[in-house]
């Protein structure tokens, strides 16, 4: 384990930085801490809340992005995607970091239209294309109470959530391949959050956001876990987060053992997405030494 008393000093690096809870959890510890990603969706929640420190977003800010907005009078029926479309481009004229907390509002706003904010709901392409009689009778209700409520009210909403993720210390974000990031990084300690094998990726779950951010990006493959291990063969300690419905601890742990010693190994039960899910899947926390 690392001592509490030396995080002040320590480098923390997350590559697959995602959503940014355990980059900012560990920037609130006191590390200092580098975010990257490949996605769009994921630099803009890492320069909004990773690389910033005390800025948040006021009222005015709202009012000052939807003083802007040419579309209807500021409701999201006249269209679903246009009016986000042109606040996020309308964002690009504030500096930052307030640029990237207005996004991650604009974002929040946008995905909680959705059951479970997700884009790639199976009659989301029936809303946006505005065919309401092809909306299962279920979700109708939640697509109407989400599109009758006033964009301002909505963006305020979301504006407040932000703002209570903004805390001080220390962080920069950098883009790019996870591999790449971690070769050029000066990290004493690696989070490895790689997607897992055998489930969905977020790229097909949230492409409309993708495309709604500026196009959707060409996607790498993942790296393997190996050549994630090799190209931290440098940095003295590793988290691995991983799991999936083909992977055993015991076979992760003799993985990663060719590459460097496993120090704890911790089984964490959950569902994933458990309004849908039929059954829990195991995600597994890894600890390695250098």
Known sequence: MIPPATWLSLNFLDPFVGGGSVALAAKWYGFNVTAGDIAERSLVVAKALIASNATKILSTDITRLLSRLQVGDANVTDGLERPFSELLITAETFTEPLRSLLKLAIINSYLHIFPMSLPSASDSRHVVAGEWDRISPRRLGHYLRALNRPLETTLQNAALAVNRS????RGAVVTGSALNTIVESKADVLYLDPPYAGTSGYADNY????ELLGGDRPHEPAPTLDELFEASSGIETVILSYGGPTVTIESLVTSIERHRPVTSAV?????????IAKEGTNEYIIVCSG
Request: aromatic fraction near 6%; charge should be positive; avoid cysteine.
């Open 207 to 210: 492409r409309r956001l993708d």
């Open 267 to 275: 089984e964490v039960p959950y569902r994933h997405l458990k309004s």
């Open 166 to 169: 903004v805390i001080g210390g």
